[in-house]
């Protein structure tokens, strides 16, 4: 279908895009286009004006900065997916990275857009929040961090206010850790059902830490923390494992829809939770 | 048996590249959307959102002063002009319907219903002004659950007092064709075995490639009409019934099309709409849907519950079957789709010697989009429903599944055999794809393999699905259409034009939308008239070339279109005879056409048909009174359909945790009569797979309870792609079919029609050692989990997230 018209603008700065949101009262941000294009097809939205960050150079890369790295939220998937330093220090974000959608939306949409897009069934934030990162938002009064877990609000909502920006992702450094992000669909290109985003830091044969969130388990990814924490000091075994994964419902609220209804899912975050901690600790 | 056989099959067999593939797969062809013409119009629907509702009053003035646009028109301006869309198919004199307006006037029977249509000078300026067409309904109560609107609890059109269409009834019995039913009933009851099973055959949607697309010119003396159709020689006529306008005065092109699956197989209201709103404003327009509308508004596909009761003896010989239908109408009755179910009646009885059969049918309409043909038609619901009960008359026997059927099943040594449902099946040989498809599948090593899984209680199950179909096709015999009630006929033509440097064309009146009929046509004229497979081309679907024929579904092209082709070919070489003894002065009795040449018995003489078609050409040397033209015309009217078959196996892993089913393997070997091109049999047979397995394990239309399309887009239908699909090992066995020359049978739809039960069956399978005896279509991971937890496999019909919830306004995505 063809979206309502609209007036583009294409910045190449930050601050010429932050100055546009102020301007526009009705703008949307175009990162990638992956989720916001469907939309304006579907008419879905009507925004009256389109900011597009697609030629804002310092958005777009990946660099190491003391224990952390830094992802620009330009950067395309493709390269979250293939950077050696993020399979390096935050192999979970890579992993999950790999399973969005195909190929060609991978090449074209962007890790900012998909965290700000805040699909409950996205990929990427539960990720975010297993591994603790922290995201920089630009806006009028300057920049400011955002803890993961305080960043997605609710459904489609995050910390970014109108006239804002995501700038920046800073995941800490979890050198070492073993990493798996299992995701359950029907079908190779469909959102999450249930995604369970799982890095381990393993002492010896036991767990030493453990960092498990949730995809598609409420409105915005849920850490399952009680998990985390029946998890340290335990052997990575199944059973071990199994008894910690049988909390990771624990708190959440699912939807129920044409994929499975809520109970499903809860059911379905206990054993992927046990898949997805088994792998990451490579038992 | 055919003359085909005893001359040197060059092409014939041959696995040729599709000579079409080159402009289709690069896109570098014309399809309908892209045809531009000058001032063109482009229109842009308004459609309903409710599923029943009156219509209270159409506000057009802000759309009509948006900028750009020409009209809106609604179905006040057009009652008097837009005629009803035709059912083509009454299966009984009696049977109900209401009247099927292109566009609403008063009344909206299904969400996704035209009622307004904006014709504007760009298709954006026309798809901005349709969202200010102002409609107000009044909510009517909506008919949605199959069952309920059968007994009538909401009717669907109110003004009809009924939503039941027709009564059809199928009794072997009456029709002398076998023995009565309720006997065999009564007695497997009495010491033998009674299965008896009610089955889903969910909604489906055809989900072609390219959406729907038309474009109509009224500026020339003709009305030309473009439509991405599957039946341009159908929209023709139909285009002088419905609307009057002198059949002569149109022209129909099916340029380039992408799919249709049976979902082209339609005459739309979006063409009538297209060609009113180019004979009002006299101008061309053109209209494409949306993949969305698309969903929501072209016809879908099955939707009926099935009940089956069979009877047999402990032994495992069958002694009847009794089937009861309640088929989904939806809202209206499109071209044939109160026959769709009627297609499967007569396929019930499978490959199988059934002494007694009773098949009942209810139509029934509901408030949902209309149904009709999609890939199989009918056949795939009657293939599943008996190739399911056969697997539970084998677990309930504790037999295998395999053996039951060859206990029932028609030996290769009986044919042609006359089945219970009265149908002459050709021939076949059942035994030998099934030897096959068991040797390839390593049959007897996968079931060691699920009885460990089973004795050690793995959490992962594996299941053996069996499916031994077979189908009728090759639509059809016009004397059959005319006993059944079709209004049209089922014959196909072709030309053949020999051009005077030797290229030739052959002229189809099939309409190719992505079968490789290019390809196929060539080779079987190359090889009859010894000519060069390049130098063949096969011109379709324009009504002023192919001014006579009936288009392309029920996997009839070849059956009937290419022996229509065939017979155009003998018809070039019985002209040809007299003049090449003329011009080589022998007599007609001394020539032998070999190799593409005429020549004189015992002598060296000799004449290409191409230096004959130029020599006749120039008429120079050809007497006044012979005809100076080799070009030939011929009609073919099957005598018969075709009955192809095939064994399909398949291996499902079934993760009993998630309930999630993995296709481990895929063994099908089919049997289609002889082979024009084996590459295009591969293709047509792993595409029906990929189809029949989606509708297993992946797709289903779903309305929610006020009737508005949850899978409205492909975040929520999931079509598979290759990606989710295991590899498919095919092989095939060769029995020619005795109806047609050729000895083809049609491929089509095969491997959709046989692929569905032997999921399914694998799925249960799996599941067979935890009680399980059936898993509601399609088997989702949720419903076989709800299955094995004995609950409820109800999924809720709620779109994903994503499509329901605006975005935030902060969306930087």
């Given at each position: 279908?063809?979206?309502?018209?609209?007036?583009?603008?294409?910045p190449?700065?930050v601050?010429?895009?932050?100055?546009?949101?102020?301007?526009?009262?009705?703008?949307?941000v175009?990162?990638?286009g992956?989720?916001?294009?469907?939309?304006?097809r579907?008419r879905?939205?009507?925004?009256?004006?389109?900011?597009?960050l697609?030629r804002?150079?310092e958005?777009r890369?990946?660099r190491?900065?003391?224990?952390?790295?830094?992802?620009?939220?330009?950067?395309?998937?493709?390269?979250?997916?293939?950077?050696?330093?993020?399979a390096e220090?935050?192999?979970?974000?890579?992993?999950?990275?790999?399973t969005?959608?195909?190929?060609?939306?991978?090449?074209r949409?962007?890790?900012?857009?998909a965290?700000?897009?805040a699909?409950?069934?996205?990929?990427?934030?539960a990720?975010?929040v297993?591994?603790?990162?922290?995201?920089?938002i630009?806006g009028s009064?300057?920049?400011?961090?955002v803890?993961?877990?305080?960043?997605?609000?609710?459904?489609?909502?995050?910390?970014?206010?109108?006239?804002?920006?995501?700038?920046?992702?800073?995941?800490?450094?979890h050198t070492g850790?073993?990493?798996?992000?299992?995701?359950f669909?029907r079908?190779v290109?469909?959102?999450?059902?249930?995604?369970?985003?799982a890095?381990?830091?393993?002492?010896?044969?036991s767990?030493?830490?453990?960092?498990?969130?949730?995809?598609n388990m409420?409105?915005?990814?849920?850490?399952?923390?009680?998990v985390?924490?029946?998890l340290?000091?335990?052997?990575?075994?199944?059973?071990?494992?199994q008894?910690?994964?049988?909390?990771?419902?624990?708190?959440?609220?699912?939807?129920?829809d044409?994929?499975g209804?809520?109970?499903?899912?809860?059911h379905?975050?206990?054993v992927?939770?046990?898949?997805?901690?088994?792998a990451?600790?490579?038992? | 048996?055919?003359?085909?056989?005893?001359?040197p099959?060059?092409?014939?067999?041959?696995?040729?590249?599709?000579k079409e593939?080159q402009r289709?797969?690069?896109?570098?062809?014309?399809?309908?959307?892209?045809?531009?013409?000058?001032?063109m119009?482009h229109?842009?629907m308004?459609?309903?959102?409710?599923?029943?509702?009156?219509?209270?009053?159409?506000?057009?003035?802000a759309?009509?002063?948006?900028?750009g646009?020409?009209?809106?028109?609604?179905?006040a301006?057009l009652?008097d002009?837009?005629?009803?869309?035709?059912?083509?198919?009454?299966?009984?004199?009696?049977?109900?319907?209401?009247e099927?307006?292109?566009?609403a006037v008063?009344?909206?029977?299904?969400?996704?219903?035209?009622?307004?249509v904006?014709?504007?000078?760009?298709?954006?300026?026309?798809?901005d002004?349709?969202?200010l067409?102002?409609?107000?309904?009044?909510?009517?109560?909506?008919a949605?659950?199959?069952?309920?609107?059968?007994?009538?609890?909401?009717?669907?059109?109110?003004?009809?007092?009924t939503?039941?269409?027709?009564?059809?009834?199928?009794?072997?019995?009456?029709?002398?064709?076998g023995?009565d039913?309720?006997a065999?009933?009564s007695?497997a009851?009495d010491?033998?075995v009674?299965?008896?099973?009610?089955y889903?055959?969910?909604?489906?949607?055809?989900?072609?490639?390219e959406?729907?697309?038309?474009?109509?010119d009224?500026?020339?003396?003709?009305?030309?009409?473009?439509?991405?159709?599957?039946v341009?020689?159908?929209?023709?006529?139909?285009?002088?019934l419905?609307?009057?306008?002198?059949?002569?005065?149109i022209?129909?092109?099916?340029?380039?099309?992408?799919?249709?699956?049976?979902?082209?197989?339609?005459?739309?209201p979006?063409?009538?709409?297209t060609?009113?709103?180019?004979?009002?404003?006299?101008?061309?327009?053109k209209?494409?849907?949306?993949r969305?509308?698309?969903?929501?508004?072209?016809?879908?596909?099955?939707?009926?519950?099935q009940?089956?009761?069979?009877?047999?003896?402990?032994?495992?010989?069958?002694?009847?079957?009794?089937?009861?239908?309640?088929?989904?109408?939806?809202?209206?009755l499109?071209?044939?789709?109160?026959?769709?179910?009627?297609?499967?009646?007569?396929?019930?009885?499978?490959?199988?010697?059934?002494?007694?059969?009773h098949?009942?049918?209810?139509?029934?309409?509901?408030?949902k989009?209309?149904t009709?043909?999609?890939?199989?038609?009918?056949?795939?619901?009657?293939?599943?429903?008996?190739?399911?009960?056969?697997?539970?008359l084998?677990?309930e026997?504790?037999?295998?599944?395999?053996?039951?059927r060859?206990?029932n099943?028609?030996?290769?040594?009986?044919?042609?055999?006359?089945?219970v449902?009265?149908?002459?099946?050709?021939?076949?040989?059942?035994?030998?794809?099934?030897?096959?498809?068991?040797?390839?599948f390593g049959?007897?090593e996968?079931?060691k393999e699920?009885?460990?899984r089973?004795?050690?209680?793995?959490?992962?199950?594996?299941?053996?699905?069996?499916?031994?179909?077979?189908e009728?096709c090759?639509?059809?015999?016009?004397?059959?259409?005319?006993?059944?009630?079709?209004?049209?006929?089922?014959?196909?033509?072709?030309?053949?034009?020999?051009?005077p440097?030797?290229?030739?064309?052959?002229?189809?009146?099939?309409?190719?939308?992505?079968?490789g009929?290019?390809?196929?046509?060539?080779?079987?004229?190359a090889?009859?008239?010894?000519?060069?497979?390049d130098d063949?081309?096969?011109?379709?679907?324009?009504?002023?070339?192919?001014?006579?024929?009936?288009?392309?579904?029920?996997?009839?092209?070849?059956?009937?279109?290419?022996?229509a082709?065939?017979a155009?070919?003998?018809?070039?070489?019985?002209?040809a005879?007299?003049?090449?003894?003329e011009l080589?002065?022998?007599s007609v009795?001394?020539?032998?056409?070999?190799?593409?040449k005429?020549?004189v018995?015992?002598?060296d003489t000799s004449?290409?048909?191409?230096?004959?078609?130029?020599a006749?050409?120039?008429?120079?040397k050809?007497?006044?009174?012979?005809?100076?033209?080799?070009d030939?015309?011929?009609t073919?009217?099957?005598?018969?359909?075709?009955?192809?078959?095939g064994?399909?196996?398949?291996?499902?892993?079934?993760?009993?945790?998630?309930?999630?089913?993995?296709?481990?393997?895929?063994?099908?070997?089919d049997?289609?009569?002889?082979?024009?091109?084996?590459l295009?049999?591969?293709?047509?047979?792993?595409?029906?797979?990929?189809?029949?397995?989606?509708?297993a394990?992946?797709e289903e239309?779903v309305y929610?309870?006020?009737?508005t399309l949850?899978?409205?887009?492909?975040?929520?239908y999931?079509?598979?792609?290759?990606?989710?699909?295991?590899?498919?090992?095919t092989?095939?066995?060769?029995?020619?079919s005795?109806?047609?020359?050729l000895?083809?049978?049609?491929v089509?739809?095969?491997?959709?029609?046989?692929?569905?039960?032997?999921?399914?069956?694998?799925?249960?399978d799996a599941l067979r050692?935890?009680?399980?005896n059936?898993?509601?279509m399609?088997?989702t991971?949720?419903?076989?989990?709800?299955?094995l937890?004995?609950?409820?496999?109800?999924?809720?019909a709620?779109?994903?997230?994503?499509?329901?919830?605006?975005?935030s306004?902060?969306?930087?995505?």
């Amino acid at each position: 279908m063809i979206p309502a018209a609209f007036d583009y603008h294409a910045p190449s700065t930050v601050d010429e895009a932050l100055a546009l949101l102020a301007e526009h009262d009705d703008a949307k941000v175009l990162a990638g286009g992956q989720s916001l294009i469907p939309v304006l097809r579907l008419r879905l939205a009507a925004p009256e004006v389109i900011v597009d960050l697609g030629r804002i150079e310092e958005l777009r890369g990946i660099r190491e900065d003391g224990d952390a790295l830094v992802i620009g939220a330009m950067t395309p998937h493709h390269a979250v997916e293939t950077d050696a330093l993020v399979a390096e220090h935050a192999k979970l974000l890579a992993l999950a990275t790999a399973t969005v959608a195909d190929p060609q939306v991978r090449h074209r949409g962007t890790i900012g857009g998909a965290l700000v897009h805040a699909d409950p069934a996205g990929d990427l934030p539960a990720p975010a929040v297993a591994l603790g990162a922290e995201l920089v938002i630009a806006g009028s009064g300057g920049r400011r961090t955002v803890a993961a877990e305080d960043f997605f609000e609710d459904l489609f909502t995050t910390a970014v206010g109108e006239d804002d920006l995501l700038v920046e992702i800073r995941v800490p450094k979890h050198t070492g850790w073993g990493a798996h992000y299992e995701k359950f669909t029907r079908v190779v290109q469909q959102w999450s059902i249930v995604g369970v985003a799982a890095a381990v830091r393993l002492d010896g044969d036991s767990i030493a830490e453990a960092r498990v969130a949730l995809t598609n388990m409420g409105s915005t990814p849920v850490r399952a923390a009680a998990v985390e924490q029946a998890l340290v000091g335990q052997p990575a075994t199944a059973e071990a494992v199994q008894a910690a994964a049988a909390q990771a419902a624990e708190g959440t609220s699912p939807p129920s829809d044409s994929n499975g209804d809520a109970e499903y899912r809860r059911h379905l975050a206990t054993v992927l939770t046990r898949r997805a901690v088994l792998a990451a600790a490579g038992a | 048996m055919t003359a085909v056989e005893e001359r040197p099959a060059a092409e014939l067999g041959s696995p040729r590249l599709r000579k079409e593939d080159q402009r289709l797969i690069t896109g570098r062809t014309r399809w309908t959307d892209n045809i531009t013409l000058p001032g063109m119009h482009h229109l842009a629907m308004v459609r309903s959102p409710f599923a029943h509702a009156r219509i209270t009053g159409i506000d057009t003035g802000a759309a009509k002063s948006a900028s750009g646009v020409v009209t809106v028109l609604t179905g006040a301006d057009l009652k008097d002009e837009q005629g009803a869309l035709p059912n083509a198919w009454a299966i009984i004199p009696e049977q109900k319907a209401p009247e099927h307006p292109s566009i609403a006037v008063e009344h909206v029977a299904f969400a996704g219903e035209i009622v307004a249509v904006v014709v504007a000078r760009t298709a954006a300026e026309a798809r901005d002004a349709a969202d200010l067409v102002d409609v107000d309904y009044e909510e009517l109560p909506v008919a949605l659950d199959l069952k309920a609107a059968a007994a009538d609890e909401v009717l669907a059109h109110p003004d009809l007092g009924t939503n039941v269409s027709a009564f059809w009834e199928f009794d072997s019995a009456a029709a002398d064709t076998g023995g009565d039913v309720e006997a065999a009933i009564s007695a497997a009851r009495d010491g033998g075995v009674l299965i008896e099973r009610e089955y889903r055959q969910q909604r489906l949607i055809p989900a072609f490639m390219e959406p729907r697309s038309i474009a109509a010119d009224p500026t020339g003396e003709q009305l030309t009409v473009w439509s991405a159709t599957q039946v341009p020689h159908f929209v023709k006529i139909f285009l002088a019934l419905v609307l009057g306008i002198p059949e002569h005065k149109i022209r129909v092109i099916a340029p380039d099309v992408g799919g249709g699956f049976g979902g082209k197989l339609q005459f739309t209201p979006e063409e009538v709409l297209t060609v009113l709103a180019a004979r009002r404003t006299g101008k061309p327009c053109k209209y494409t849907e949306t993949r969305s509308e698309s969903l929501v508004a072209a016809h879908h596909g099955r939707d009926q519950w099935q009940k089956i009761t069979l009877a047999a003896t402990k032994d495992g010989t069958v002694t009847g079957l009794k089937v009861d239908l309640v088929a989904d109408m939806g809202a209206y009755l499109g071209l044939v789709t109160s026959a769709i179910p009627i297609l499967g009646a007569f396929m019930y009885n499978g490959i199988y010697k059934f002494p007694a059969y009773h098949l009942s049918c209810t139509n029934v309409f509901t408030n949902k989009a209309w149904t009709d043909a999609y890939r199989g038609a009918g056949r795939p619901e009657a293939t599943f429903a008996i190739e399911r009960v056969m697997d539970e008359l084998a677990a309930e026997l504790g037999m295998d599944p395999i053996a039951v059927r060859e206990k029932n099943w028609i030996k290769h040594d009986e044919f042609p055999f006359t089945t219970v449902s009265g149908m002459q099946y050709d021939s076949g040989n059942y035994e030998a794809a099934t030897a096959k498809a068991k040797e390839l599948f390593g049959y007897d090593e996968l079931r060691k393999e699920q009885q460990q899984r089973r004795e050690s209680v793995d959490p992962v199950q594996l299941g053996i699905g069996v499916s031994t179909f077979t189908e009728m096709c090759g639509l059809a015999p016009s004397r059959w259409l005319g006993s059944m009630g079709y209004v049209g006929g089922g014959w196909e033509h072709a030309s053949i034009r020999m051009l005077p440097t030797g290229k030739v064309e052959v002229i189809t009146g099939t309409s190719p939308h992505g079968q490789g009929h290019e390809t196929a046509w060539s080779q079987i004229v190359a090889d009859r008239l010894g000519v060069a497979f390049d130098d063949v081309e096969v011109l379709h679907g324009d009504t002023q070339i192919a001014a006579r024929g009936l288009d392309s579904y029920g996997s009839r092209s070849l059956t009937v279109g290419g022996m229509a082709v065939l017979a155009a070919a003998d018809k070039v070489l019985e002209k040809a005879k007299p003049i090449a003894a003329e011009l080589m002065e022998a007599s007609v009795d001394d020539l032998e056409f070999v190799d593409g040449k005429f020549g004189v018995k015992g002598t060296d003489t000799s004449m290409a048909l191409g230096d004959l078609a130029f020599a006749v050409f120039q008429g120079h040397k050809l007497s006044a009174e012979s005809e100076h033209s080799l070009d030939a015309d011929a009609t073919f009217d099957p005598l018969d359909f075709s009955f192809p078959h095939g064994t399909h196996l398949c291996a499902v892993e079934v993760d009993t945790e998630t309930g999630r089913s993995t296709i481990r393997s895929y063994v099908c070997v089919d049997d289609v009569g002889k082979v024009v091109n084996p590459l295009i049999v591969e293709g047509q047979v792993h595409g029906g797979i990929a189809q029949g397995i989606a509708q297993a394990l992946f797709e289903e239309g779903v309305y929610d309870e006020s009737g508005t399309l949850v899978t409205g887009s492909f975040v929520d239908y999931l079509v598979p792609t290759a990606a989710d699909l295991p590899a498919f090992v095919t092989d095939r066995t060769e029995t020619p079919s005795t109806t047609n020359e050729l000895g083809v049978k049609g491929v089509g739809e095969a491997g959709t029609i046989a692929s569905t039960p032997a999921v399914v069956n694998a799925v249960v399978d799996a599941l067979r050692s935890f009680g399980v005896n059936d898993v509601e279509m399609p088997c989702t991971p949720h419903r076989v989990w709800s299955t094995l937890q004995g609950r409820a496999a109800d999924t809720p019909a709620a779109p994903h997230s994503a499509q329901s919830t605006s975005m935030s306004q902060e969306g930087q995505a």
